[in-house]
């Protein structure tokens, strides 16, 4: 009878000592997991930030790529215009070459070559005219402005008199409010009205 309990408990014993050594081991996988937990946690952090630097990257990647291209459209289309600037060039050197040998040989210069120079010689002189012409508009408007630096193309209307009086200077004096009236000229609607008939007085 004294064997069974001393059983039990050394069975009860053994069991404690398998449940500590669970709960041992269950707290080594828990701080384990732990860990790997705040590793995953950081690396999901990394991740996102290499994500987002990639993008950056990625977009200005695509930037330099626009400005690349467009440099090589407008270089190309310089080249372009440099070649075909290079062949009008050699075309305007031959033509010029030609021109020379015909004047040094006395021939008559080509149809299209005389009236080219006959329209420079007409630019020259409409543009000889339109500058002269622009000089004398700028004269008559000088001539025409006021002394209030006003400009006007009426005809200036005197504002100022000399007295007669002989007690005085001749010095101009201003009218002031009471300027002379300057009529109108006649208007053209005058020629439809008959001019009165003048009849003889009868005494």
Do not use: C
């Amino acid at each position: 009878m004294n064997l069974l309990p001393l059983q039990l408990e050394m069975q009860l014993t053994q069991k404690e000592e398998k449940l500590l050594e669970k709960d041992f081991l269950f707290e080594q996988v828990s701080q384990l997991t732990e860990k790997i937990r705040i590793k995953v946690e950081n690396g999901k952090e990394d991740t996102l930030l290499l994500a987002k630097r990639m993008n950056r990257l990625q977009e200005k990647i695509k930037a330099a790529t626009r400005k690349m291209m467009a440099l090589i459209a407008e270089l190309s289309m310089s080249q372009a215009v440099a070649m075909k600037l290079q062949q009008e060039m050699r075309d305007k050197e031959h033509f010029l070459v030609s021109i020379t040998s015909m004047l040094e040989k006395g021939l008559p210069l080509p149809k299209e070559v005389e009236m080219e120079w006959l329209k420079v010689l007409r630019d020259e002189d409409m543009h000889k005219a339109a500058v002269e012409a622009r000089a004398q508009r700028l004269e008559e408007e000088e001539k025409s402005a006021l002394p209030t630096s006003v400009y006007t193309t009426a005809e200036q209307r005197p504002n100022a008199y000399i007295p007669d009086d002989e007690n005085v200077l001749p010095l101009p004096r201003p009218y002031g409010a009471l300027a002379p009236f300057k009529p109108n000229e006649p208007s053209s609607n005058l020629r439809y009205i008959r001019k009165p008939t003048v009849k003889p007085i009868q005494i």
